[in-house]
């Protein structure tokens, strides 16, 4: 038995082949384009994404040795981006700045655009009962700011599409041809109401958009069904554009965080299984911290509780963070030492996370531990807002205690210090919900940023959790694999997939004593530091 994974992140689209045991056969892997008009804007192509899909899994094909008529079940994951598609399922453009003609091929708002942010201030402001499902505060990266925004200042686009997608949601009806909408996207980023059934007709006429409530909902979904369900099986034109066999039954989606958090919280550790002592970290251009309870548990500042959104029957809650690898890429990339380290690293075949990991290897041999090379200097983590549990889009990115240095030390020290301010930022985030019930000292963690031996010290070093990496490292495509195990009626249903799929590979303990205490100190300043930049503000008027 063999099942495929189809995932869409930010910048690639990812195929990968697994069995029934969760063993990994072959990866695929194509890049995707990405275009920023302007400031705070980010759009992408839905054509360009399915084309790059069938690269993708054509690739996973080829290194697994299997035929197409071979894979018995198909799931799909994706960021929660925003698609547009008429009448006729040609894309809409999103952009304002031209004719949708002219651009029409960049018919997706990306989830990490935050033109709405003004959108999401007003949503905020009604106070409706819908935003305690979201910590009480929208984000511009959720749809109905986009939504609104796209109304606003785009409203020949917003009258023209026939169908609003979220991203994983697109894929599966381009696949079959059936509009179905996944309850994981539909809950979590548009407002859904999953415990309920059924949509606010309130709450869209009090933010502005009525012309959705009077249409029945018809643009954002009336078939809503929960992930891993059979929606159909693929028709033959997406076969062909896939490279799988027609008919192979298709599953309701899911985010790809979602996705994540199916191929870690089930990881066997212990008897009977807690899922309250447990956090899914999904690390990569952003980062998501994943958690489910048998109650709701609303907590200020983090998303959710959305229920049956990831694992059925159970409450999800959702931290996260907007920029992590993107952060990380960001201060390296900045530096004046950058080039003169990506040509190094290409002529020794590493990356340059290994070359700066290096030479803080040998800064650090004098001192008692490694992490006390950031003792001067301090990063406040959020240039691009805070997801939570601040959840304050406008809050921006401080650094304290710069020497005047271009020197490639200098840089891996600013390096050190911002994975330790993303770490403390997770940190914030389990602290804030283990207060309102959670008890969360094991991390399960997956993502680019996790391949990097410093980021997962640091993390487990700061937040005082153990942090286990599991036997998958792709850890969301093996939990998008799992839809299409549960759609082939191979797997009985999620939790026995998650069960029987995945496996831990090994455990890192977190460190104690004066890493502990210098942890502890650096968190104190990561908090007065928040607080110094809203003194700012108001110093500034």
């Not at 304290?400 to 940190?427: C, F, K, N, P, W």
Request: overall charge negative; hydrophobic content about 40%; some cysteine.
């Amino acid at each position: 038995m063999s099942f495929i994974g189809i995932d869409v992140g930010t910048g690639s689209v990812r195929a990968a082949i697994f069995d029934a045991a969760g063993t990994r056969l072959g990866l695929g892997l194509a890049p995707i384009q990405t275009f920023r008009p302007q400031q705070d804007f980010v759009e992408q192509s839905s054509e360009d994404i399915w084309g790059a899909a069938g690269s993708a899994v054509r690739a996973a094909l080829r290194e697994s040795g299997l035929r197409a008529a071979q894979i018995e079940g198909i799931g799909f994951d994706a960021t929660c981006s925003l698609v547009l598609l008429d009448a006729d399922d040609k894309p809409v453009s999103v952009s304002a700045s031209t004719t949708s003609s002219s651009r029409a091929e960049q018919n997706v708002i990306g989830w990490m655009d935050h033109r709405a942010t003004a959108q999401a201030e007003r949503i905020n402001a009604c106070g409706h009962d819908v935003l305690r499902y979201v910590g009480n505060v929208i984000s511009p990266e959720m749809q109905t700011p986009k939504l609104l925004w796209l109304k606003e200042h785009a409203p020949e686009a917003f009258a023209r599409s026939a169908r609003f997608f979220d991203l994983p949601d697109f894929l599966t009806y381009r696949a079959t041809g059936v509009d179905t909408r996944s309850l994981c996207s539909t809950v979590c980023k548009w407002t859904y109401l999953g415990k309920e059934q059924h949509w606010d007709e309130g709450y869209f006429r009090a933010i502005g958009l009525s012309e959705l409530a009077d249409e029945g909902f018809k643009r954002i979904g009336t078939r809503i069904r929960p992930m891993g369900e059979l929606i159909a099986g693929l028709t033959a034109a997406a076969a062909q554009e896939l490279g799988l066999a027609v008919g192979t039954p298709v599953a309701v989606s899911i985010i790809d965080a979602h996705a994540g958090g199916l191929g870690l919280l089930g990881v066997p550790l212990a008897a009977p299984l807690d899922f309250s002592t447990r956090l899914a970290l999904i690390g990569g251009t952003s980062s998501c911290h994943m958690a489910v309870s048998a109650e709701p548990r609303f907590i200020e500042g983090i998303w959710g509780p959305y229920y049956s959104a990831m694992v059925p029957g159970m409450w999800l809650t959702e931290g996260g963070q907007s920029a992590t690898g993107a952060l990380i890429d960001h201060v390296i990339t900045s530096h004046v030492r950058a080039p003169e380290l990506t040509q190094q690293a290409h002529r020794q075949g590493t990356t340059v996370y290994a070359l700066l990991n290096e030479v803080l290897e040998g800064l650090a041999s004098p001192r008692h531990f490694p992490a006390a090379l950031t003792h001067e200097l301090h990063m406040y983590p959020d240039f691009h807002g805070n997801r939570s549990p601040r959840a304050d889009p406008s809050l921006r990115g401080m650094l304290s205690g710069l020497r005047l240095s271009d020197s490639i030390e200098s840089l891996a020290v600013i390096y050190l210090a911002s994975v330790q301010a993303i770490a403390h930022g997770t940190r914030h985030i389990i602290d804030t919900m283990n207060a309102a019930g959670y008890c969360i000292d094991t991390l399960i963690a997956c993502g680019g940023d996790t391949k990097n031996p410093l980021f997962v010290r640091e993390h487990a070093d700061i937040t005082g959790c153990r942090v286990v990496m599991p036997r998958e490292p792709e850890a969301v495509l093996l939990g998008a694999a799992m839809l299409g195990a549960v759609a082939a009626g191979k797997q009985p249903d999620l939790q026995t997939a998650m069960a029987r799929m995945n496996a831990a590979d090994r455990l890192i303990e977190p460190a104690r004593g004066d890493v502990r205490d210098y942890h502890d100190r650096k968190h104190r300043v990561l908090m007065r530091m928040h607080d110094d930049q809203l003194a700012y503000r108001a110093l500034m008027g």
